[in-house]
């Protein structure tokens, strides 16, 4: 189950299943991350310098397009990854959760 606190999200169920991303795509994905980190201080080092609002509403649309590249690169993964093991195995479910990840992504 997931809520929304404050804008940010609390996992209270985990899936036990794991993603197998080949390295080179955990490696562009962590330093997408750690790109995205370092535009978040650098957010926050607006804001405590009073930065016109505007321009670090900016900065906020430019992090969050980032964020969305990540989840584009992650879904893919898992389209072509996850999903076709699971459907190869005849496992249909996935199909469902797929529809809520789809779900969740387009409220963003």
Not at 39 to 46: A, N, P, S, V, Y
Not at 83 to 104: A, M, S
Request: a negative charge.
């Amino acid at each position: 189950m997931i809520h929304e606190n404050d804008g940010l999200l609390e996992t209270h169920e985990v899936s036990c299943r794991k993603s197998h991303h080949p390295e080179p795509i955990k490696k562009d994905l962590t330093t997408r991350l750690n790109r995205i980190e370092g535009q978040i201080r650098g957010i926050k080092g607006m804001i405590d310098k009073d930065v016109y609002c505007d321009d670090v509403i900016t900065q906020l649309s430019a992090t969050q397009s980032a964020l969305n590249s990540v989840a584009k690169i992650l879904l893919e993964g898992h389209l072509k990854g996850c999903v076709v093991d699971r459907l190869n195995e005849g496992d249909t479910e996935v199909l469902d959760e797929l529809v809520v990840t789809i779900q969740k992504m387009m409220k963003k």
